[in-house]
């Protein structure tokens, strides 16, 4: 008769995983495997930073090997492709199989595009860590398109009024190359349209002290904040809303919030059968 298997996997090594890998791990916890997709921990609140170059270079990643070493568990690179809990069996993308005891998904969320028209041709995410350089670069040549065309500024569309669309927009606004004019206080060189499809500011808080906080230090640095307004389409150059109104924007960011899981298994909503 062959041995159950004694594993215990984590897939996904973010916020929650990677904590929760060494947490058991330290306790004594296993065996123990952490799988992910990449081969760094990064700790992704910090990624709207490097999205806006308020924070050069890298986020101060840690190799999932080093974890692995440091608290005696084992780690695989590799993307969870299948799940049959009946056997209590995972699969990755490169086939390999794992049978466990206990597993948990730590997967994430990604964001969702709605169904709205445009949005993965043309809106740029902040999901993963490439796509805090790859949104940095569309920035900088949205300025210096904007640049080439004086007094005309950048424009930049952020829909979503989340802590991403929230952090990022602040960030952006108070990026050194964009008030390098000591004279104002208000970025001349650049327009941001913060854009919320609820009637509230920023949904994601009910404390309504909070919200007006960063309402009005959003406001000081000149980010023009929109509710109430779906958008119907993103474009090259703009986004339609559903009420008819248009913005420009040299850049539009998605932060639509976020859904999970990642891993493309079929889920079920807590509360359902
Ligand atoms: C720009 C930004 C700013 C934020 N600011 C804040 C903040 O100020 N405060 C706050 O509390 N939260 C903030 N958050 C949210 C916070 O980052 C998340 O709540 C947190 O990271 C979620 O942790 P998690 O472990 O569930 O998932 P994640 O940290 O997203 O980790 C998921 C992991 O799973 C891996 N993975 C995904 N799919 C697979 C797969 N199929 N196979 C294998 N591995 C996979 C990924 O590579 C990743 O390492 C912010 C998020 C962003 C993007």
């Known amino acids: 008769m062959s041995e159950p298997n004694q594993e215990i996997i984590i897939v996904g090594g973010g916020a929650g995983g990677a904590e929760l890998a060494v947490r058991l791990a330290r306790a004594g916890c296993g065996p123990l495997r952490l799988i992910d997709q990449a081969a760094s921990h ?3 609140p910090r990624l709207h930073e490097l999205a806006a ?94 640049a080439a065309q004086p007094p005309r ?39 941001i349209h913060l854009i919320e499809a609820s009637s509230t500011f920023m949904p994601v808080t009910d404390d309504d002290r909070t919200r007006e906080d960063v309402r009005s230090r959003l406001a000081d640095l000149g980010i023009r904040i929109h509710t109430g307004q779906k958008i119907a389409q993103v474009q090259a150059d703009g986004v339609k809303t559903e009420s008819g109104d248009r913005f420009d924007a040299d850049m539009t960011v998605w932060a639509a919030g976020r859904v999970g899981p990642a891993a493309g298994l079929a889920h079920r909503r807590a509360g359902d059968q």
């Open 42 to 44: 990064v700790w992704k």
């Open 53 to 146: 170059g308020a924070r050069k270079g890298e986020l101060g990643e840690i190799p999932y090997q080093d974890l692995a070493e440091r608290w005696g568990f084992v780690f695989d690179q590799g993307a969870l492709a299948d799940l049959d809990p009946e056997a209590k069996t995972i699969r990755l993308d490169d086939d390999s199989t794992h049978d466990y005891r206990l597993l948990v998904l730590a997967v994430g969320g990604v964001t969702p595009d709605l169904g709205v028209e445009g949005v993965k041709e043309h809106a740029v995410m902040l999901d993963r860590y490439p796509d805090a350089p790859a949104l940095y670069q569309r920035f900088t040549a949205a300025l210096d398109k904007a």
């Open 153 to 191: 500024p950048a424009r930049v569309a952020i829909v979503g009024s989340g802590l991403t669309g929230v952090e990022l927009a602040g960030y952006l606004a108070s990026n050194p190359e964009v008030v390098a004019n000591p004279d104002s206080e208000l970025p001349q060189t650049l327009e």
